[in-house]
């Protein structure tokens, strides 16, 4: 299993499709922070206008957790387009290049070759949000420097010592690397039905559109939907910079992830398993 | 050429169909391959030939029937049974981004058998791409790519070998060494060869047993030379002139097997002993015969069985 686990991650990191997402990450990311260290303070001014009657705030507020921050914001909906660049070809774009010809008259069982297809595009999908830590809390570092976080959500102003960050950060990546898990998976199931790599791509980014607006639009109607679309999970990585933690919502969203994940995945392996190889 | 060394079956097809919605492509096929056969599997384009192979590396799963490869059902056995087969289906697609070198290396580490750069260069040797090893395979052409195709089949040594139309898109040099590698495998290397191919005089060339599929169902299967020998073939006699040999043959029983004439050509219906007797026949008149040319293509000799079997 490893040994197809690393076939198919090396398969992965030698198609140039893979790179997009580190490129746009490695381009995007320090656009953002450059732009902020220019401009930033009037941002900063402009969230807390409202506050500044009643509050003195001192020290170095712009700093790399708070735009690391606004960074992670904005993962929901930028990253999962470059995840399902790869997920989406990963069973498809063997069909489309009649390379499953090669692959199953093999020794391995179908089974075998869509866990290890899934669990490289995992891995993918961590180093992908692992090269966008890096990048933002790193770069960050060099530019703004080091500070408190400031945040304000729904009026109230919460404030993180440094010392009480970078778990919190580590712990919200690592969420991170979880919904987007849900996102690949999702792209792997329409991977499997399809035989042409564009379908799943933008089957998937539509799905999640329709989520992510439903999810966003505060309607009666639409609350009995929420509970059970993987989107309205999606912002728990941020309430692990709550205080406190509520740990109870962040324990339930992981196993509605987990569990998203595991019935794509097995639907995706039964539709590969039992499917027909006419390509 | 390959012979059937003993009675031991490497592949048992029982009552094999494989219906796709309003299509029976396969339909109650039988077929049983003896170790050391070079079997021909013949048929027309959409007899059922690659639905059949498919199912045979299980890219399809049948609607009916067994498979048996090495005395072992497919399904049961499906891991151990395809560690000991080679096999190319249809066009031979790779990874067009990688190299034939690293192609080859990926299919070796999942072939169920240690596969060393030694013997992966061997095969590339073998199949004339030594020199193009580091080049990417979306460089090559149709036939460097079916002869990476047959380095693959052959990379981890396997007892089996299935091969579906090898030579389509070679130029006649390639075939010819497709067919001699055939050839070498099956008399050399004692491998069994299931060679799937819609060219009749291909298989002649090199199988020993052979099947002829038709709309999904066998219409004839035994030994060529049997089979092909006992069959009336086409022959064209070319000579100075055609009219004055149609007139000499006009009472004899020759003027019966005459197909069709054309262009200074004769075209005869003839069993093979009669192909010398007409010739001597021709030059003792005083006819000049320029060449004799036995043409037999699968359509002819498939009508041929079909008329046969109505008759």
Known sequence: MIKLINIELYKIFKKWRTYIGFIAITILVPVIEFALKIEGHKSLDFMTRDLQQSF?????????????????????????????????????????????????????????????????????TFLLIFWLAIISLGLGFLLLGTGELMIIRNGTILVFAQNDILWRFLLAYGFAVLSMAVVAALAFLFSALVENAIGPIITTMAIMIIFLIISAINVDIFQTIKPFLFTSYMGTWSMFFDKPIDTYEIVKSTLVMIGHIAGLFGLASYIFYKKDILT | MGNSFDSEKIIEIESLSKQFKDLKAVNNLNINVFKGDVFGFLGPNGAGKSTTIRMLVSLIAPTDGVIKIFGKTLKRHRSEILSNIGAIVEKPDFYGYLSAFKNLEIMGKISGKSISKNRIMEMLELVGLGKRYTSKVKTFSHGMKQRLGLAQALLHDPELIILDEPTTGLDPQGMKEIRELIIYLSTEKQKTIFLSSHVLYEVELVANRMIILDKGAAKVEGNVKELLNSKNVHVTFEVDNPEKTKSLLNNTIWIDKLDTSAKGKLIF??????????????VQNNIMVGAVIPTRSLEEYFLNITKKASE
């Open chain 2, 269 to 282: 219906n003839l069993s093979p002993d009669e192909v010398p007797q007409l010739n001597k026949y021709l």
């Open chain 1, 56 to 124: 003195v705030f001192i020290g170095n507020l712009l700093n790399t957790y708070f735009v690391s921050y606004l960074i992670l914001n904005s993962l929901t909906v930028h990253v999962p387009f470059l995840i399902t660049l790869v997920a989406g070809d990963l069973l498809a774009g063997e069909a489309t290049a009649g390379t499953y010809r090669l692959l199953i008259t093999r020794p391995v069982s179908r089974m075998q070759i869509a866990s290890s297809k899934f669990i490289a595009c995992i891995i993918y």
